[in-house]
């Protein structure tokens, strides 16, 4: 452990003397090109981002009913880690709007909680306290010149609706997330330009409806020990309802609000990149296969108006069909994608070689997916088992996006970011001087600009997240902010990347300037320990 009498040198060092170059096996930074500000778009958006749950505890003030999530959490041991507080940005959103400005950001992607707007969803009234907070962080942010994206719906929903019907297993989700998003259409929508109607519905389904590690903790043999669920055909069923509720909500808004507020709507998804785990043509096949069984399988509809002919093909008649009419409402749902990038992971055949149970079935489109090549991890670890940091995987998922939807809607990277390995005891000091997380970023931002400057049309990038916050089934362990989150008095405090995006916002790129670093290392807290 470095003292705080020479941290000053030691970061110093550190993040002058870092090598050149890695091998991609042995580090995942493959380069330290100097990525600028000025290698982007003048419009180009860059911001921070947060989810409601994650973030703003208050779970039953002010006439907010539980969600799936609070009831979820209370079931469970979760050793004490929830959303009941957070960050408490419901009370200290100002401060938080305060850091964003000092960052220089343009734009903010934010979501809001169901359960705070319509607290019975359809079955009962608007909440107009929780509309309220919503107006005042817009108006806020809006003061500072900053842009909301808002999401509709990210991952959280009143538990009122799990109850009466089984939310997103049961076509009535889609009715009662039209009347949702209807309700932030005219309550926000005359000052929102950019909305985004679900977050990631293809991790929501698997990690809900396939490994059960989200609510309602559904899933089936081998891929967890639930009480109740089927792996192998609820997330199908479940995804299917969750886009359909996307299209529905989109056309409400182009035929009902888009030309009066003059705002987009799209939809966001989260995806890896894959690379085939050895040169065969059967591990090529494995990682293409694993690419449309993740990301194509939420996007295909909305542009194709049909799932992707890789998943119909190994799942036959599980795989649910559109009808004519359904067809004409989800082809060219979006305005533009949303996709939230960590990583890349080697794909394997599971046709004609044997593979973990699970991984060798038609959910999975028989491929099994490793950070491992002979033994040998696919980048640097991260504070997340299966996130390792390999920058060329974020230029290599745009271009696929660009090549199989031709180019013809704008791309929004949501979420990028980098959580630090776990430790015990690990000092404060130690999370501030996140020169990693610097790295990361710079080396993602490198090769995104590359993407765009080879065509892609790319136009806004979001650190994830702007603070540490509540990371789902993780809890409080990882730590992805740009601003550390002491969990006894939830102070604030930026570390040295947020130092660093601002210089970047400024054009000064990633040759940090030596007296921000020590102005950062000057004022940290050398003693104080953190439990991970």
């Keep these: 452990m470095v003292t705080s009498s020479h941290s000053h040198l030691w970061f110093l060092l550190l993040l002058c003397c870092s090598p050149a170059h890695y091998s991609f096996a042995q580090s995942s930074l493959e380069s330290k090109d100097d990525v ?8 180009f958006f860059f911001g921070t981002a947060t989810s409601s749950y994650q973030v703003e505890g208050a779970y039953l003030e002010d006439g907010k009913s539980l969600s799936n999530w609070d009831v979820f959490n209370h079931r469970q041991d979760t050793n004490g880690e929830n959303g009941d507080i957070a960050d408490d940005h419901y009370h200290r959103y100002l401060e938080d709007i305060e850091m964003m400005d000092s960052l220089g950001v343009n734009a903010y992607r934010f979501s809001i909680s169901w359960a705070r707007i319509l607290p019975k969803g359809r079955f009962g009234r608007v909440n ?16 500072k010149g900053i842009q909301p994206f808002v999401t509709i719906c990210h991952h959280d929903f009143p538990q009122e609706l799990e109850d ?42 698997d990690m809900a409806y396939i490994r059960g590690r989200y609510p309602p903790a559904h899933c089936s043999q081998p891929f967890g020990n639930c009480s109740v669920g089927n792996s192998d055909v609820e997330p199908l069923i479940v995804l299917h309802n969750m886009l359909l509720a996307h299209a529905k909500a989109t056309r409400l808004y182009r035929d009902h609000f888009q030309a009066e507020q003059g705002g987009v709507i799209g939809i966001v998804v989260n995806s890896f990149m894959f690379e085939p785990l050895t040169d065969s043509e059967l591990d090529r096949e494995a990682a293409n296969r694993t690419l449309a069984f993740n990301v194509a399988w939420a996007l295909d509809p909305l542009v194709f108006g049909d799932y992707p002919p890789e998943m119909r093909h190994y799942l036959g008649n599980d795989l649910p069909s559109f009808s004519p009419e359904e067809r004409k409402i989800i082809k060219g749902s979006t305005d533009f994608f949303g996709l939230n990038h ?27 997916t490793t950070e491992e090549r002979d033994g040998v991890p696919i980048g640097d670890r991260t504070g997340m088992v299966k996130f390792f940091v390999v920058p060329a995987g974020m230029e290599k998922i745009i271009n696929y996006l660009k090549e199989r939807y031709h180019n013809e809607k704008p791309l929004y990277v949501l979420e990028n970011g980098y959580s630090p390995p776990r430790e015990q005891n690990v000092q404060v000091q130690d999370l501030l001087n996140d020169v990693k997380r610097i790295e990361y970023h710079t080396a993602y931002l490198s090769h995104l600009a590359k993407a765009i400057r080879n065509g892609a049309d790319v136009r806004g990038y979001f650190v994830w997240s702007l603070m540490d916050n509540y990371e789902w089934a993780e809890g409080y362990g990882p730590m992805f902010g740009l601003h550390y989150v002491d ?35 000057s004022g940290l807290k050398a003693d104080q320990q953190v439990q991970l």
């Design 36 to 43: 600028r500000r000025s290698d982007f778009p003048d419009s």
């Design 128 to 143: 107009p306290t929780g509309v309220l907070f919503y107006n005042k962080i817009i108006d806020n942010l809006l003061l």
């Design 164 to 205: 009466r019907f089984g939310s997103w297993l049961s076509p009535q989700m889609q009715e009662d997330f039209v009347h949702f998003a209807e309700t932030c259409f005219k309550s926000f929508g005359d000052r929102v330009k950019y909305w985004i109607t679900i977050n990631e519905p293809n991790l929501f389904a």
């Design 342 to 368: 960590y990583s890349t992971l080697y794909a394997k055949d599971c046709r004609y070689s044997k593979c973990i149970p699970g991984w060798d079935r038609p959910i999975r489109g028989f491929a099994y």
């Design 487 to 521: 969990r006894q008095t939830l102070e604030r405090t930026p570390k040295l990347s947020a130092l660093w995006f601002k210089s970047f916002l400024n054009n000064n790129g990633s040759s940090f300037r030596k007296k921000n670093v020590i102005a950062s290392a």
